[in-house]
């Protein structure tokens, strides 16, 4: 299963998009769907998911809309690959205990990786990637002025 599937890169944007709300106004589905391209119903799918996870904060009323349920710095790519695909997502290859040798080397390897992108996954917050989104948009403004 791949890493980063629709409903990860989709769940990072509208948090992104929720994050770049700065004055902490609530954003609705369809205008995160229209800023950040994409499927409003998958969205509202997504954001239900969210929700429960306690990455997002739904506000009812006229205003009402989306906010996010923690500060960008406290929410980590782990959190939402966990929320979307499951805190085993990337759990240990199955195995017996009259494997060969290869098939442990594999699994050791296998454990390696996994712990690294573990590890990245949970380094990487929110914050961190609207920072990187902040850069790209300088730059672009930057570019555009040429």
């Known amino acids: 299963?791949?890493?980063?599937?629709?409903?990860?890169?989709?769940?990072?944007?509208?948090?992104?998009?929720?994050?770049?709300?700065?004055?902490?106004?609530?954003?609705?589905?369809?205008?995160?769907?229209?800023?950040?391209?994409?499927?409003?119903?998958?969205?509202?799918?997504?954001?239900v998911i969210l929700r429960r996870a306690g990455l997002v904060r739904s506000v009812r009323g006229a205003a009402?809309?989306?906010?996010?349920?923690?500060?960008?710095?406290?929410?980590?790519?782990?959190?939402?690959?966990?929320?979307?695909?499951?805190?085993?997502?990337?759990?240990?290859?199955?195995?017996?205990?009259?494997?060969?040798a290869a098939a442990w080397a594999i699994r050791g390897f296998h454990g390696r990786l996994s712990g690294a992108v573990r590890r990245e996954l949970q380094g990487t917050s929110l914050a961190d990637l609207l920072s990187e989104v902040e850069r790209l948009d300088e730059a672009r403004s930057v570019m555009a002025g040429l």
């Open 64 to 100: 009402g809309g989306y906010v996010l349920g923690r500060e960008p710095g406290l929410i980590t790519v782990a959190d939402v690959v966990d929320a979307l695909h499951g805190a085993d997502f990337l759990g240990e290859r199955p195995g017996g205990g009259s494997e060969s």
């Open 1 to 47: 299963m791949a890493l980063f599937t629709s409903k990860v890169d989709y769940a990072l944007r509208a948090l992104l998009d929720l994050a770049c709300q700065r004055s902490g106004r609530p954003a609705q589905s369809r205008e995160i769907a229209v800023r950040q391209d994409i499927p409003e119903s998958y969205l509202n799918q997504l954001l």
